[in-house]
């Protein structure tokens, strides 16, 4: 991972966004130098200069001056201010989610990693990602608190029980690099790691299609979604509707019953199958029974996937980020209705 | 009316508080402030070994990439058990207990704090959280990580959560008891003509740091309370899976861990004001911005805790609240620097072993200081928390900053704690060694911290290790800085030469009685006309009727 040139104290800088930690980094280095070396230096030159020749001497009082003091307040507020600008630019930039990016599904797990890709590849403590496209991960977790942290990338977050959170990044290197969890997890906090692989894009579509044996995590959720939890009974549509409609809805604001609105996305669908009884979209009853305990984080992750699906809302789980053919995951843009006539053929 | 006591005292034969009575119940049942004091000075020491023992093996299991020395169940109880008696049985506690509680009634002209029983109350409860905790660690320790983080502290550890947590919640209670007392000292107690203005920068510090324990403490307290009630009762706080948000406990830990580092810290500046004062024998330049910086850090100290949540995913807007109030306590921290630097000029300067502890806090305080910037901007803070950059950071400020402070401060007071001086010779090597060793243990940590080295690992990939190999080198010699004054301290108590009443010729009330001072502190009670550290005429001349005034007693 030390295989930069220049200064071998790094780690590579293999995402987009690597060199403006760096020079963030070397900005914070240079201020810190040019503060600290005046004030070891003046410290150093009064306590040689002006050491003790007379025991107990006292020298003359200075009782301290208002418009230095106003002066050395006012100059590291403005030099902190611009360290506090650039932290939070980069930050934002690093957590705002760009529209195109290529989906994985992240799920923790004391104590290894499960990845999953939009075609339905699985990889375990590692992650196979092209060079020069925007990945996002959909991270979430089965037990406590990890985080998923590439130091080549300058990138980490905190992957989190009952919510999901995400990280994105684009490689800009191939190679292998250190994955950790940075979120102290137990016994084996310090195995649960592994390595990002960042490949040619031509590779890792060779790599994706070599290995792609299961489901995609749409064909997942729409098996569960029609098959094994009874979903479409209430919510595919028809005379016999009892639960909302889900085609379209993804990412609109939806009426709840007590008059708030609310966003559909990740979470909602997540809390909407553990907790149905919460948010109660307005016209409906609060009938649908819980999940909790019957659907696993992985399988949640499928079903949001396929929920996502029927919107429409397809190219971030596309597995190629060129003009996008007819992916299996696309192909599902119909109504939960055919796609259940699909599935039952 | 205190006149009036004082001088009756002032006929007595002349014991010292050390000579007053030599029974155990005599030290048991006291209400000195000074004898509490040396009792937490033996406890907090103690509760020191133990957590730099920890320390020492987690440096030796490091040494290699490979987890041999431990296997990761017991390294993980080690780093917590370090945290754990470091941070809440040691840092916290050290200098108000020890050196504040010493000193206070001494520096502003009282004969006591002003809730005596309660501070002996204060000792008795960190006594029994204290064997709480020693207890709990014997029974097979605990292994959550000194932050206890939901959900693995609710719900998946199986190691003694509820003793050490129980532990932790009792002695809080000595924080704040001891917070309270001082800040009605402060107000109630001091002597005629000794001012807020005339109050030195010491009792300044002790006085933002009591106001954090009594804000701050409960807020601790009511987190490991709710951490017991979630674990026990599984009620649903911190679990996700029934309504409950594992991050609230964040919120809750670091509303009060993080101002905890401002109660470390801070009484150690006040130190560093005295000593850079004393020793280059002048008026600490810019008293009162060095007064009213130690009010505003502990004032914005409570506003920043969510900047140990940026990759927890908090919103990013109060993200970027947190970031800009961390950036803004860095000035009142820049200021103390500047204000200590410039106390330097023109002064008289002498190296003795306080003041090249001293030296080190400022070199020490500049560098963890100045990396607070990096980990207070959010770009930045994302790539290095929960890295080794953070683990060096914090240990600059709140070890680098507290333990030279308080080795300073007891160095300096040493000869009127216990009426000996120590060896200088030692007193100089040891502060040399702590600080390379310091350095040496500390300073490749960013560099590690920067290349990714995620902290709380047993085991790290091979790359990592020349820098771990420093890193436990430097903690060798370290130790051995550290453990020197344990030796020729406890030598001085019997072998030393006698202290003066004011062996550095200083200003301060405290020295302006006899060493070790009388029960009641004073003979008479002081009456304040100069401010403080006024190393003029006048005072000196002050300084010669305490001292004829002690001769006269022999």
């Given at each position: 991972?030390?295989?930069?040139?220049?200064?071998?104290?790094?780690?590579?800088?293999?995402?987009?966004?690597?060199?403006?930690?760096?020079?963030?980094?070397?900005?914070?280095?240079?201020?810190?130098?040019?503060?600290?070396?005046?004030?070891?230096?003046?410290?150093?030159?009064?306590?040689?200069?002006?050491?003790?020749?007379?025991?107990?001497?006292?020298?003359?009082?200075?009782?301290?001056?208002?418009?230095?003091?106003?002066?050395?307040?006012?100059?590291?507020?403005?030099?902190?201010?611009?360290?506090?600008?650039?932290?939070?630019?980069?930050?934002?930039?690093?957590?705002?989610?760009?529209?195109?990016?290529?989906?994985?599904?992240?799920?923790?797990?004391?104590?290894?990693?499960?990845?999953?890709?939009?075609?339905?590849?699985?990889?375990?403590?590692?992650?196979?990602?092209?060079?020069?496209?925007?990945?996002?991960?959909?991270?979430?977790?089965?037990?406590?608190?990890?985080?998923?942290?590439?130091?080549?990338?300058?990138?980490?977050?905190?992957?989190?029980p009952g919510r999901y959170?995400?990280?994105?990044?684009?490689?800009?290197?191939?190679?292998?690099?250190?994955?950790?969890?940075?979120?102290?997890?137990?016994?084996?906090?310090?195995?649960?790691?592994?390595?990002?692989?960042?490949?040619?894009?031509?590779?890792?579509?060779?790599?994706?299609?070599?290995?792609?044996?299961?489901?995609?995590?749409?064909?997942?959720?729409?098996?569960?979604?029609?098959?094994?939890?009874?979903?479409?009974?209430?919510?595919?549509?028809?005379?016999?509707?009892?639960g909302a409609?889900?085609?379209?809805?993804?990412?609109?604001?939806?009426?709840l019953v007590n008059?708030?609105?609310v966003?559909?996305?990740e979470e909602y669908v997540r809390n909407s199958i553990l907790n149905p009884s919460g948010q109660v979209v307005?016209?409906f009853?609060p009938i649908m029974p819980t999940f909790k305990g019957q659907v696993?984080e992985?399988?949640l992750?499928?079903l949001v996937?396929?929920?996502?699906?029927?919107?429409?809302?397809?190219?971030?789980?596309?597995?190629?980020?060129?003009?996008?053919?007819?992916?299996?995951?696309?192909?599902?843009?119909?109504?939960?209705?055919?796609?259940?006539?699909?599935?039952?053929? | 009316?205190?006149?009036?006591?004082?001088?009756?005292?002032?006929?007595?034969?002349?014991?010292?508080?050390?000579?007053?009575?030599?029974?155990?119940?005599?030290?048991?049942?006291?209400?000195?402030?000074?004898?509490?004091?040396?009792?937490?000075?033996?406890?907090?020491?103690?509760?020191?070994?133990?957590?730099?023992?920890?320390?020492?093996?987690?440096?030796?299991?490091?040494?290699?990439?490979?987890?041999?020395?431990?296997?990761?169940?017991?390294?993980?109880?080690?780093?917590?058990?370090?945290?754990?008696?470091?941070?809440?049985?040691?840092?916290?506690?050290?200098?108000?207990?020890?050196?504040?509680?010493?000193?206070?009634?001494?520096?502003?002209?009282?004969?006591?704090?002003?809730?005596?029983?309660?501070?002996?109350?204060?000792?008795?409860?960190?006594?029994?959280?204290?064997?709480?905790?020693?207890?709990?660690?014997?029974?097979?320790?605990?292994?959550?990580?000194?932050?206890?983080?939901?959900?693995?502290?609710?719900?998946?550890?199986?190691?003694?959560?509820?003793?050490?947590?129980?532990?932790?919640?009792?002695?809080?209670?000595?924080?704040?008891?001891?917070?309270?007392?001082?800040?009605?000292?402060?107000?109630?107690?001091?002597?005629?003509?000794?001012?807020?203005?005339?109050?030195?920068?010491?009792?300044?510090?002790?006085?933002?740091?009591?106001?954090?324990?009594?804000?701050?403490?409960?807020?601790?307290?009511?987190?490991?309370?709710?951490?017991?009630?979630?674990?026990?009762?599984?009620?649903g706080?911190?679990d996700p899976a029934i309504g409950g948000d594992?991050?609230?406990?964040?919120?809750?830990?670091?509303?009060?861990?993080?101002?905890?580092?401002?109660?470390?810290?801070?009484?150690?500046?006040?130190?560093?004001?005295?000593?850079?004062?004393?020793?280059?024998?002048?008026?600490?330049?810019?008293?009162?911005?060095?007064?009213?910086?130690?009010?505003?850090?502990?004032?914005?100290?409570?506003?920043?805790?969510?900047?140990?949540?940026?990759?927890?995913?908090?919103?990013?807007?109060?993200?970027?609240?947190?970031?800009?109030?961390?950036?803004?306590?860095?000035?009142?921290?820049?200021?103390?620097?500047?204000?200590?630097?410039?106390?330097?000029?023109?002064?008289?300067?002498?190296?003795?072993?306080?003041?090249?502890?001293?030296?080190?806090?400022?070199?020490?305080?500049?560098?963890?200081?100045?990396?607070?910037?990096?980990?207070?901007?959010?770009?930045?803070?994302?790539?290095?928390?929960?890295?080794?950059?953070?683990?060096?950071?914090?240990?600059?400020?709140?070890?680098?900053?507290?333990?030279?402070?308080?080795?300073?401060?007891?160095?300096?007071?040493?000869?009127?704690?216990?009426?000996?001086?120590?060896?200088?010779?030692?007193?100089?090597?040891?502060?040399?060694?702590?600080?390379?060793?310091?350095?040496?243990?500390?300073?490749?940590?960013?560099?590690?911290?920067?290349?990714?080295?995620?902290?709380?690992?047993?085991?790290?990939?091979?790359?990592?290790?020349?820098?771990?190999?420093?890193?436990?080198?430097?903690?060798?010699?370290?130790?051995?800085?550290?453990?020197?004054?344990?030796?020729?301290?406890?030598?001085?108590?019997?072998?030393?030469?006698?202290?003066?009443?004011?062996?550095?010729?200083?200003?301060?009330?405290?020295?302006?009685?006899?060493?070790?001072?009388?029960?009641?502190?004073?003979?008479?009670?002081?009456?304040?006309?100069?401010?403080?550290?006024?190393?003029?005429?006048?005072?000196?001349?002050?300084?010669?009727?305490?001292?004829?005034?002690?001769?006269?007693?022999?």
């Amino acid at each position: 991972m030390q295989s930069n040139t220049w200064i071998p104290l790094f780690p590579d800088q293999a995402s987009s966004f690597a060199w403006q930690i760096d020079y963030l980094y070397f900005y914070l280095i240079l201020i810190s130098v040019a503060f600290a070396i005046p004030i070891v230096a003046a410290i150093l030159f009064f306590a040689v200069k002006y050491r003790e020749t007379d025991k107990f001497a006292t020298p003359d009082e200075i009782h301290g001056s208002t418009t230095l003091e106003i002066a050395w307040s006012i100059i590291p507020f403005v030099i902190s201010m611009t360290i506090f600008l650039g932290g939070a630019l980069i930050y934002y930039n690093q957590f705002r989610v760009p529209e195109d990016t290529m989906e994985i599904y992240v799920v923790g797990k004391q104590w290894m990693w499960k990845f999953q890709h939009g075609t339905g590849q699985r990889e375990i403590n590692e992650l196979h990602v092209p060079k020069g496209r925007k990945i996002k991960l959909t991270m979430t977790t089965e037990d406590v608190l990890h985080d998923v942290f590439i130091p080549a990338f300058r990138t980490k977050a905190d992957v989190v029980p009952g919510r999901y959170t995400t990280l994105w990044f684009e490689p800009t290197m191939t190679g292998k690099f250190h994955l950790f969890c940075a979120e102290y997890c137990g016994l084996n906090h310090s195995g649960m790691g592994g390595w990002v692989y960042v490949m040619e894009p031509d590779d890792f579509d060779n790599w994706l299609a070599g290995g792609g044996t299961g489901q995609t995590p749409v064909e997942i959720g729409k098996d569960l979604f029609n098959n094994r939890l009874g979903c479409a009974s209430c919510h595919a549509g028809g005379a016999n509707q009892r639960g909302a409609k889900l085609e379209g809805i993804w990412g609109t604001n939806v009426k709840l019953v007590n008059g708030q609105s609310v966003k559909v996305d990740e979470e909602y669908v997540r809390n909407s199958i553990l907790n149905p009884s919460g948010q109660v979209v307005e016209g409906f009853q609060p009938i649908m029974p819980t999940f909790k305990g019957q659907v696993s984080e992985e399988q949640l992750v499928a079903l949001v996937a396929y929920i996502k699906s029927l919107s429409n809302a397809q190219p971030n789980t596309a597995p190629m980020s060129n003009p996008a053919p007819a992916t299996p995951a696309s192909n599902t843009n119909t109504t939960a209705k055919t796609a259940a006539a699909n599935s039952n053929k | 009316m205190q006149n009036v006591d004082a001088m009756n005292i002032a006929d007595e034969p002349k014991v010292n508080y050390l000579t007053n009575g030599f029974s155990l119940r005599s030290w048991l049942l006291t209400k000195d402030h000074k004898r509490i004091a040396i009792m937490y000075l033996i406890t907090v020491s103690a509760f020191f070994l133990i957590g730099g023992l920890y320390a020492a093996t987690i440096r030796l299991e490091l040494l290699t990439p490979q987890s041999d020395l431990l296997e990761s169940g017991q390294y993980n109880r080690v780093f917590t058990q370090h945290g754990v008696v470091m941070v809440f049985f040691f840092l916290i506690p050290v200098i108000p207990a020890i050196l504040g509680n010493f000193l206070l009634p001494l520096m502003i002209g009282a004969k006591d704090l002003a809730l005596p029983r309660i501070n002996l109350l204060s000792l008795y409860i960190y006594w029994l959280g204290g064997i709480l905790t020693l207890w709990a660690l014997m029974q097979g320790g605990v292994d959550t990580g000194w932050t206890f983080y939901t959900p693995y502290s609710t719900t998946f550890s199986n190691t003694y959560v509820m003793a050490v947590g129980l532990g932790i919640f009792i002695n809080g209670f000595s924080s704040i008891l001891t917070g309270l007392n001082f800040i009605v000292t402060v107000h109630t107690m001091r002597a005629p003509g000794m001012t807020w203005f005339r109050l030195p920068l010491f009792v300044w510090a002790n006085y933002a740091t009591a106001l954090v324990m009594i804000l701050g403490t409960p807020v601790v307290a009511i987190t490991v309370l709710l951490l017991a009630i979630e674990r026990v009762a599984h009620v649903g706080i911190f679990d996700p899976a029934i309504g409950g948000d594992p991050i609230l406990f964040q919120h809750l830990f670091w509303f009060y861990s993080h101002p905890a580092v401002y109660i470390m810290i801070l009484p150690s500046m006040g130190i560093i004001s005295e000593l850079i004062s004393n020793f280059s024998r002048k008026k600490v330049f810019g008293y009162e911005f060095i007064a009213f910086s130690s009010i505003a850090i502990a004032v914005f100290g409570f506003l920043v805790w969510g900047h140990h949540m940026f990759v927890s995913g908090q919103s990013v807007y109060a993200g970027l609240v947190f970031s800009f109030l961390t950036m803004v306590v860095a000035v009142p921290s820049a200021i103390k620097m500047f204000n200590w630097t410039a106390t330097l000029y023109k002064g008289s300067i002498s190296y003795d072993a306080p003041m090249l502890f001293a030296f080190g806090f400022m070199g020490l305080f500049l560098i963890g200081g100045l990396t607070g910037l990096f980990l207070g901007s959010m770009g930045l803070n994302v790539h290095l928390t929960d890295t080794y950059f953070i683990v060096s950071h914090f240990h600059y400020v709140m070890v680098g900053g507290t333990v030279l402070g308080y080795l300073g401060g007891l160095h300096y007071w040493w000869p009127k704690m216990t009426g000996r001086m120590y060896s200088e010779f030692w007193g100089k090597i040891s502060a040399m060694l702590v600080f390379v060793g310091f350095n040496l243990t500390f300073f490749p940590q960013f560099i590690l911290g920067y290349q990714g080295m995620p902290r709380r690992y047993a085991a790290y990939p091979e790359e990592f290790q020349v820098l771990n190999i420093f890193s436990t080198a430097g903690a060798s010699v370290l130790g051995l800085g550290m453990s020197l004054p344990v030796v020729y301290l406890v030598h001085s108590l019997v072998f030393g030469k006698k202290a003066e009443a004011n062996p550095w010729m200083h200003p301060g009330l405290e020295w302006r009685t006899a060493s070790p001072p009388p029960t009641e502190n004073f003979d008479q009670m002081p009456v304040v006309t100069w401010d403080a550290y006024s190393f003029g005429e006048e005072s000196e001349l002050d300084i010669e009727g305490a001292r004829k005034r002690e001769l006269a007693k022999v």
